[in-house]
């Protein structure tokens, strides 16, 4: 062999281009593999993605995606395409009890995990009693071990087998847990409510703060994201379908486009959403654990006003059928189709509210719908009572998120499970131990990433710490 002979980089192609497969291929090209990227849509971003009003001409998200500090791989895959300046960090949170009350929330000079003890002193619509009472479901929290049984356990037959009265599990947990995780609060686990609470709220002083886009999310990841990765080296295809793979000897060696496109590499990540990996790949590959996920719908209710009537530019909702409350980003691109920006002076004023776990809204009758929406939050704000709702445009994904119930650990696949057919997996249904966030699904990506770099050319693993403990968590928290 002659000594300039070049061997080139393995290659590799993320059938994906979700948060997941784009944080798997900053990974895989910083561990020296050549990346090309298939998506299905016309630009990244997977369920992060947005669409044009036909009125105003804004580009607005389907749904509301927040992050929080404690989302440290999210921070990191924000700075790594140089799209952190499109985020806010809101140190400020803003709950209104059932009635209207506004309850701001910020971190007090105490330590972790007492810096945020004014937000329980000052909760709406409970006694004395019942804050002792939730101190000690805290403290019990913050005392149980993250142990593999507790996601087996519902976390609402725990809080009652505690003492925890169904009014303050409604009027507490459920506010927090039920816009956290994406499903209503009879159906998620200890293990996940631990996980929101503790990672979320208690271990770090800055953990709980807000990381809110400024513009829609298509033109921060999609747009600018692209651009990002495209300046590494990535290659991206967008509008590529794959259809399925071909194989051989029990090893995948391509896979095909519904056009009937054929890309062949060295390696595969699969990045796609668990309800369709397994019409890609089930052939071959037994994925009938996966297809147990269940699924949780997230409703995000458009709507447009003739006043504004939220001065804050978010709102927590407790006890109501409104979970969350937006105000119009800051920075969106208000352009018409034909290119004219909009007069300034349209007096419309929007407002994006967010319910998770949205199986019991009337399915199908989005006027119904914005009725309900509207006649809750006359009830909290009484300015929205005074105005006049122009327009509102409903936006349920009935798939948003997996739904973190008793028995989904045991339906998560790891990231090398089919390592041996040549196939790698991403996403936020992989084991990752988050819940369906942001985060879970770059978390996937970069665990894929280390997997499969470590089992091909044995580059050093790529790692983000969280948030470090405060020196009173460090005692306090099992």
């Given at each position: 062999m002659r000594p300039d002979t070049v061997h080139p980089s393995p290659s590799v192609i993320i059938v994906g281009g979700g948060l997941a497969g784009m944080s798997a291929a900053i990974g895989?090209?910083?561990?020296?593999?050549?990346?090309?990227?298939?998506?299905?849509?016309?630009?990244?971003?997977?369920?992060?993605?947005?669409?044009?009003?036909?009125?105003?001409?804004?580009?607005?998200?389907?749904?509301?995606?927040?992050?929080?500090?404690?989302?440290?791989?999210?921070?990191?895959?924000?700075?790594?395409?140089?799209?952190?300046?499109?985020?806010?960090?809101e140190r400020v949170l803003h709950f209104f009890s059932s009635t209207g009350k506004h309850l701001p929330v910020q971190a007090s000079v105490l330590p972790a995990p007492l810096h945020l003890s004014g937000l329980l002193r000052r909760w709406p619509g409970i006694s004395h009693r019942d804050r002792v009472q939730i101190a000690w479901g805290l403290w019990k929290l913050m005392r149980q071990k993250a142990v593999e049984s507790l996601d087996e356990q519902l976390a609402i037959e725990w809080l009652r087998s505690i003492g925890q009265r169904e009014?303050?599990?409604?009027?507490?947990?459920?506010?927090?847990?039920?816009?956290?995780?994406?499903?209503?609060?009879?159906?998620?686990?200890?293990?996940?409510?631990?996980?929101?609470?503790?990672?979320?709220f208690a271990a770090n002083r800055e953990a709980y703060n807000l990381l809110v886009p400024r513009q829609p999310l298509s033109e921060i990841i999609g747009e600018h994201g692209g651009q990002s990765l495209e300046a590494l080296g990535i290659q991206i295809d967008c509008g590529v379908t794959i259809d399925y793979c071909t194989w051989t000897e029990e090893r995948c060696q391509s896979?095909?486009?519904?056009?009937?496109?054929?890309?062949?590499?060295?390696?595969?990540?699969?990045?796609?959403?668990?309800?369709?990996?397994?019409?890609?790949?089930?052939?071959?590959?037994?994925?009938?654990?996966?297809?147990?996920?269940?699924?949780?719908?997230?409703?995000?209710?458009?709507?447009?006003w003739d006043r504004s009537w939220l001065e804050p530019p978010h709102a927590i909702l407790v006890d109501r059928l409104c979970q969350w409350v937006f105000k119009e980003p800051i920075e969106s691109k208000a352009l018409h189709r034909s290119g004219i920006e909009p007069d300034a002076d349209h007096n419309e004023h929007y407002y994006q509210i967010v319910i998770s776990g949205s199986r019991d809204l009337p399915k199908g009758d989005s006027n119904r719908i914005l009725e309900l929406v509207a006649s809750d939050l006359a009830a909290v704000f009484p300015e929205a009572a005074r105005a006049k709702l122009l327009r509102g445009r409903v936006v349920t994904d009935p798939n948003s998120v997996f739904s973190i119930s008793p028995g989904h650990q045991k339906s998560r696949l790891a990231a090398d499970h089919f390592a041996r057919n040549n196939l790698w997996l991403a996403g936020d249904w992989t084991d990752t131990q988050w819940p369906a966030t942001m985060e879970g699904a770059i978390r996937s990506g970069m665990i894929a990433a280390n997997r499969l770099g470590n089992s091909s050319i044995n580059a050093p693993s790529l790692h983000v710490s969280d948030l470090p403990k405060g020196w009173l968590s460090r005692w306090l928290i099992a």
């Amino acid at each position: 062999m002659r000594p300039d002979t070049v061997h080139p980089s393995p290659s590799v192609i993320i059938v994906g281009g979700g948060l997941a497969g784009m944080s798997a291929a900053i990974g895989l090209q910083q561990k020296g593999f050549r990346v090309r990227i298939l998506e299905s849509r016309r630009r990244l971003g997977g369920r992060v993605g947005s669409f044009e009003d036909a009125v105003s001409g804004k580009s607005l998200d389907y749904c509301q995606h927040v992050g929080m500090a404690c989302c440290t791989n999210l921070v990191w895959f924000l700075r790594e395409l140089n799209i952190d300046s499109f985020w806010n960090r809101e140190r400020v949170l803003h709950f209104f009890s059932s009635t209207g009350k506004h309850l701001p929330v910020q971190a007090s000079v105490l330590p972790a995990p007492l810096h945020l003890s004014g937000l329980l002193r000052r909760w709406p619509g409970i006694s004395h009693r019942d804050r002792v009472q939730i101190a000690w479901g805290l403290w019990k929290l913050m005392r149980q071990k993250a142990v593999e049984s507790l996601d087996e356990q519902l976390a609402i037959e725990w809080l009652r087998s505690i003492g925890q009265r169904e009014e303050v599990i409604t009027r507490f947990w459920s506010t927090i847990l039920v816009s956290a995780l994406g499903d209503q609060i009879d159906r998620v686990t200890l293990g996940a409510t631990r996980k929101v609470l503790i990672d979320g709220f208690a271990a770090n002083r800055e953990a709980y703060n807000l990381l809110v886009p400024r513009q829609p999310l298509s033109e921060i990841i999609g747009e600018h994201g692209g651009q990002s990765l495209e300046a590494l080296g990535i290659q991206i295809d967008c509008g590529v379908t794959i259809d399925y793979c071909t194989w051989t000897e029990e090893r995948c060696q391509s896979v095909v486009s519904r056009e009937g496109t054929q890309f062949t590499a060295d390696h595969f990540v699969f990045a796609v959403p668990w309800h369709r990996i397994s019409r890609l790949i089930e052939e071959h590959c037994e994925v009938d654990s996966v297809s147990k996920l269940q699924s949780a719908p997230i409703t995000g209710v458009h709507t447009w006003w003739d006043r504004s009537w939220l001065e804050p530019p978010h709102a927590i909702l407790v006890d109501r059928l409104c979970q969350w409350v937006f105000k119009e980003p800051i920075e969106s691109k208000a352009l018409h189709r034909s290119g004219i920006e909009p007069d300034a002076d349209h007096n419309e004023h929007y407002y994006q509210i967010v319910i998770s776990g949205s199986r019991d809204l009337p399915k199908g009758d989005s006027n119904r719908i914005l009725e309900l929406v509207a006649s809750d939050l006359a009830a909290v704000f009484p300015e929205a009572a005074r105005a006049k709702l122009l327009r509102g445009r409903v936006v349920t994904d009935p798939n948003s998120v997996f739904s973190i119930s008793p028995g989904h650990q045991k339906s998560r696949l790891a990231a090398d499970h089919f390592a041996r057919n040549n196939l790698w997996l991403a996403g936020d249904w992989t084991d990752t131990q988050w819940p369906a966030t942001m985060e879970g699904a770059i978390r996937s990506g970069m665990i894929a990433a280390n997997r499969l770099g470590n089992s091909s050319i044995n580059a050093p693993s790529l790692h983000v710490s969280d948030l470090p403990k405060g020196w009173l968590s460090r005692w306090l928290i099992a």
